[in-house]
């Protein structure tokens, strides 16, 4: 868009909107006028940015011009809730949570547990009528998120539009069924995703399939590929708002508006996302000391470090972050983050270890928070995240030879 287009549109907007007798002259208007040109070229210039489109595979970046355009071209913030906590608190209540019918399955684990999915069928699915050939995307939310999160919800809208199946991995424990064992999940363990990855595949071998993580979503899903290289039958995946760093993360999240806005909230949910199994986890955890913790670091060290065996809590954040793993990588993959987002530091983005892999795409944005990326003057559907989704995984299931060529 033109700056002196969008600056001109602007005055005579507010031209329309406010009346010249303001303070009794035309100074009030004329001061309103100045002030939204002087924040439209703000905007213009400083906010709204073409992503940082990161890879070292030419072809892998001529494949995602070519096809999935969305990632080269300017992404315009909301303009009145462009900052990333803003874009990060608003999402949940702006976005709008389109209706999807799941079918649930309960699936068994080595170790005697159950793992809840959501399927989307997509049955009346017009582009590819044949269920056993049907595309396959498996969503993974983030960390106390299930089937019903809005930004779930969307991408399930966008692939219903491509004709594509959609299956919702909830960790244990937090979509409403029991836990039949005292074990729960965590962004390092991946032998949960690693077992719905082969059901999904053994029940529709002949279906093109790929993965897409959002927050600890997307850091589980980078340490299974990272852990898998090859081996996977996932033909490419998609993160979204990953923390890539788990120290800097935590480090981030607790200076003191970061706790204030998120941390405490976050810690709550967690808590309260167990509180249900009390019974079962109080076998092996001292349940009052938990549920005493007021961040997540805490949390973490009284619960999660202990569940999985970890030495320490250190031990534990650095077996969690995907940093770590991403140069093992085998399969194409798509990776989404806001430089502003306070969950993930712009700085801990390993900009250096993706260059070091061919598989390996960033797109950076100077704006749009955690899971935010809202766009357009009342965002109340699609996001930018959610078009980065359509378009890069329409070009996978339906250009996929040209970049499985790489």
Request: charged content about 20%.
């Amino acid at each position: 868009m033109d700056w002196q287009v969008l600056t001109r549109e602007l005055s005579l907007y507010l031209e329309s909107q406010v009346r010249v007798g303001l303070f009794g002259s035309g100074v009030g208007l004329s001061l309103v006028l100045g002030f939204g040109v002087a924040y439209a070229c703000y905007y213009l210039s400083s906010i709204a940015k073409k992503p940082q489109l990161v890879s070292s595979n030419e072809r892998f970046c001529r494949f995602l011009e070519e096809y999935c355009p969305v990632v080269t071209e300017t992404y315009y913030p909301t303009i009145w809730c462009w900052e990333g906590r803003v874009q990060t608190l608003l999402r949940p209540f702006i976005t709008s949570r389109p209706q999807v019918q799941y079918r649930n399955e309960l699936i068994r684990t080595a170790d005697g547990g159950q793992i809840s999915l959501d399927w989307f069928d997509n049955n009346d699915s017009l582009y590819y009528p044949d269920a056993s050939t049907r595309p396959t995307v498996l969503l993974l939310p983030g960390l106390t998120g299930t089937s019903k999160e809005s930004y779930i919800l969307h991408m399930i809208h966008q692939s219903e539009t491509l004709g594509y199946r959609c299956v919702v991995f909830n960790n244990r424990g937090i979509a409403g069924e029991e836990l039949l064992t005292p074990r729960t999940y965590c962004a390092a363990n991946t032998e949960d995703l690693e077992a719905v990855i082969h059901h999904i595949h053994n029940l529709h071998p002949s279906a093109p399939f790929m993965a897409a993580g959002v927050s600890m979503g997307g850091m589980l899903l980078l340490n299974y590929l990272g852990k898998t290289g090859r081996d996977t039958p996932l033909m490419a995946a998609a993160i979204f708002s990953a923390g890539w760093n788990v120290f800097e993360s935590v480090e981030s999240l607790e200076k003191p508006l970061n706790w204030l806005l998120f941390n405490y909230y976050l810690t709550t949910c967690l808590q309260s996302s167990i509180s249900r199994h009390r019974q079962m986890l109080e076998k092996l955890f001292d349940m009052d000391l938990v549920m005493k913790a007021r961040t997540v670091r805490e949390f973490d060290k009284q619960f999660t470090s202990v569940m999985f065996g970890y030495r320490t809590i250190d031990d534990y954040y650095e077996d969690a972050s995907p940093c770590r793993k991403l140069k093992s990588v085998g399969i194409p993959v798509l990776c989404l983050n806001s430089v502003d987002d306070v969950f993930s530091p712009g700085h801990a983005i390993p900009v250096e270890t993706a260059k070091q892999n061919a598989n390996v795409a960033l797109v950076l944005t100077s704006c749009g928070g955690h899971i935010g990326f809202l766009e357009g003057i009342w965002p109340r559907k699609c996001t930018y995240m959610d078009r980065v989704f359509k378009q890069f995984v329409q070009a996978v299931f339906e250009h996929g030879n040209k970049i499985f060529s790489m």
